[in-house]
Nanobody
Framework: QLQLVESGGGLVQPGGSMRLSCTAS????????IGWFRQAPGKEREEVSC??????????ANAVKGRFTVFKDASKNTMNLYLQMNRLKPEDTAIYYC??????????????????????WGQGTQVTVSS
């Protein structure tokens, strides 16, 4: 059973940096998309970034492009996903979630996957950007 656990959240000052981690245990997928989402108080959950099993295929929302970087590394049955967040702004304050979708890149697909298509979700980690 694939399980996702996020970590690395906390309080950071505007302009600061933070790295979030997402550990996916029981990870045996060959084709996948892994997304970072966030939900701020009173707002809908939005996708921030996505990374694919296809080399070099990433996605960033316009609000974070140039400030956030997604990357991953894998070991046997475990996938580690990271979100490096730089030049943080108060509007980046939210609960951040990672999610995994099994993909079939041999056929037609949406990229990044639509939010409701993701198969597995973590519990989230709070990021607060404030002075």
């Amino acid at each position: 059973q694939l399980q996702l656990v996020e970590s690395g959240g906390g309080l950071v000052q505007p302009g600061g940096s933070m790295r979030l981690s997402c550990t996916a245990s029981g990870f045996t997928l060959d084709e996948y998309a892994i997304g970072w989402f966030r939900q701020a108080p009173g707002k809908e959950r939005e996708e921030v970034s996505c990374i694919s099993s296809l080399e070099g295929m990433t996605y960033y929302a316009n609000a974070v492009k140039g400030r956030f970087t997604v990357f991953k590394d894998a070991s046997k049955n475990t996938m580690n996903l990271y979100l490096q967040m730089n030049r943080l702004k108060p509007e980046d304050t939210a609960i951040y979630y990672c999610a995994v979708k099994k993909m079939d890149y041999s056929g037609y697909y949406y990229y990044p996957p639509r939010q409701h298509e993701y198969d597995y979700w973590g519990q989230g980690t709070q990021v607060t950007v404030s002075s």
